[in-house]
């Protein structure tokens, strides 16, 4: 069983970066609270992974500032 059983049909929305015709993105759900679903765009029905919130905002914080591999 899912831990998001409870949710009858996530919020799901695109960066405003995304291209206009569904190029290769991710999206993320809104409603889930302590948690970030991501899906790939191109396979709304296929499945999404769930990150912690707080590990969902450091990733977001890192891209922001170009840090991702860099020690």
């Known amino acids: 069983m899912s ?9 799901w929305r695109s ?3 995304s291209q206009s015709n569904g190029g290769e993105c ?3 759900a809104a409603g889930t609270p302590g948690f970030v ?7 709304p029905t296929g499945p999404a992974l769930a990150f912690p919130a707080s590990a969902f905002s450091s990733f977001i914080e890192a891209v922001q500032q170009d840090t991702i591999g860099r020690s």
């Not at 831990?3 to 919020?11: L, Q, R």
């Not at 679903?37 to 396979?43: H, L, Q």
């Open 3 to 11: 831990k998001f059983a409870h949710v009858a049909e996530p919020n």
């Open 15 to 17: 960066s405003t970066y």
């Open 26 to 28: 991710v999206q993320v």
């Open 37 to 43: 679903p991501v899906r790939d765009s191109k396979n």
